[in-house]
């Protein structure tokens, strides 16, 4: 059973910075594409960014130059770094591996909230 598991949300001030992390258990970290999606109240999940297992890059235009997507393979672990943070950024943050031969297309994360106040 493949789970992932993120950490390194909470609450920050606009213009602060946050590292999410994900770790994914199991030996198939490496092979596929990961994403960090969030969804704020009211509001569909949306796709953050993405790392392929070759490295290439993906994001919002939203988020684009403030935040980096990474995975460290040897860890089995996925990073989001965010900077520069605005009060739009404040939701819930999952991370996804995508494994197109399993129900859904994936597994997801149990998501970590990450909350951007004054």
């Known amino acids: 059973q493949v789970q992932l598991v993120e950490s390194g949300g909470g609450l920050v001030q606009p213009g602060d910075s946050l590292r999410l992390s994900c770790v994914v258990s199991?030996?198939?970290?490496?092979?596929?594409?990961l994403g960090w999606y969030r969804q704020a109240p009211g509001k569909q999940r949306e796709l953050v960014a993405s790392i392929t297992s070759g490295r290439k890059t993906n994001y919002a235009d939203s988020v684009k130059g403030r935040f980096t997507i990474s995975r460290d393979n040897a860890k089995s672990t996925g990073y989001l770094q965010m900077n520069s943070l605005k009060q739009e950024d404040t939701a819930v943050y999952y991370c996804r591996l995508s494994v197109v031969l399993v129900a859904g297309g994936g597994y997801w994360g149990q998501g970590t909230q990450v909350t951007v106040s004054s």
């Open positions: 199991g030996s198939i970290f490496s092979t596929y594409a």
